[in-house]
């Protein structure tokens, strides 16, 4: 597992990316409705901030409630990596549907000139 400092360093490329190319598109290409590129770059944002936020995270229990030592590592290793798991997973599908919302507003003249560049 990365460190939380690598982690959060992900998390702010990831939405800068997107956010940047809502940006981009939306000063390059004449037909897209401006205020649902402002609320996308702002839910990123806020997704952003969000996420970051929950990257830190504790173990609630304490060595005491385990019978030795293994037992509350493997606990201790299973609670972070299923709460990482899971809080991955709902950034990266908050982040695929900011993506999908701003290919909706693209129009279909674009999606051709866009598949034929690629």
Partial sequence: MPSKRTLKK????????????????????AGLDQDKVEDIVCQVALLQVDTIDK???????????????????KARTNYY???????????????????????????PEQKEANKSEA
Avoid: P, Q
Avoid at 83 to 107: H, P, Q, R
């Fill in 10 to 29: 992900s998390i702010k490329y990831a939405c800068g990316n997107v956010a940047g190319e809502c940006v981009f598109a939306n000063m390059r290409l």
């Fill in 55 to 73: 990257v830190t995270t504790h173990f609630d229990k304490s060595l005491s409630d385990f019978a030795d030592k293994k037992a509350y590592r």
């Fill in 81 to 107: 990596k299923n709460y990482y798991c899971e809080l991955w997973k709902g950034f990266t599908d908050n982040i695929e549907k900011a993506v999908e919302e701003m290919n909706s507003m693209l129009t």
